[in-house]
Structure formats: C-alpha cells, structure tokens
C-alpha cells in the first residue's frame, strides 16, 4: 500500500513564496513520475509541474519561471518552491504519484491579495 502526504500549505500575501512538500511511502517499488496538480473552487485540477524519475521536468505555462520542482529520489521526497505568488495560484495542491496513480489528500493554498 502506498502513501502519499502533503505538507506546507498556508496563507501567504500575493508576491510572497512559499514551498509545499510531497512525501510518498508505503510499498513502493519504482517512482516513474511525482507531479502536482492543484484545483480551484468551480474549476477542474490541472497538472502544475511535474518530474520524471531521469528528472525531465514540465511546468504549465502559468508557473513558469515561477515556481520550481526538485525531488529526492532516495526519499520520495518532492518540493515545490513557489514564488510571486498570486491570487489566481489560489487552490488545493494535491501530489500524485506514478505508477499507480497514487494521489495525496491535498494542501490548501491561499494567496491574499
């Protein structure tokens, strides 16, 4: 069985950064891929930034040059470092993790303007 655990949300004024966190664990044979996704009230999730194991990483266009990936491998361990942050970043952020389509239960992140 697998875990996935995120951490690190909050309020946080708009320009601000802030770094949420992704832990996964449990039984755990191969990580092909650690991504967030994150979903608004009255909008459907969509994929923020995500990492392959050979460490190819993909951001949507929104976060670009904003906000940054990185993971520990041996850990199973993914950060996102937010920065600039705005009121339109306001959301749920979940984790999820392949193979297996393992999801978190989510960490609010609320952006004030």
């Known amino acids: 069985q697998v875990q996935v655990a995120e951490s690190g949300g909050g309020l946080v004024p708009a320009g601000g950064s802030l770094t949420i966190s992704c832990t996964a664990s449990?039984?755990?044979?191969?990580?092909?891929?650690m991504g967030w996704y994150r979903q608004s009230p009255g909008k459907q999730r969509e994929l923020v930034a995500a990492?392959?194991?050979?460490?190819?990483?993909q951001y949507a266009d929104d976060v670009k040059g904003r906000f940054t990936l990185s993971r520990d491998n041996d850990k199973n361990t993914m950060h996102l470092q937010m920065n600039s942050l705005k009121a339109e970043d306001t959301a749920i952020y979940y984790c999820?993790?392949?193979?297996?389509?393992?999801w978190g239960q989510g960490t609010q992140v609320t952006v004030s303007s």
């Open positions: 449990g039984s755990i044979s191969s990580v092909n891929a």
């Open positions: 990492m392959s194991s050979g460490g190819i990483t």
């Open positions: 999820r993790l392949l193979p297996g389509d393992h």
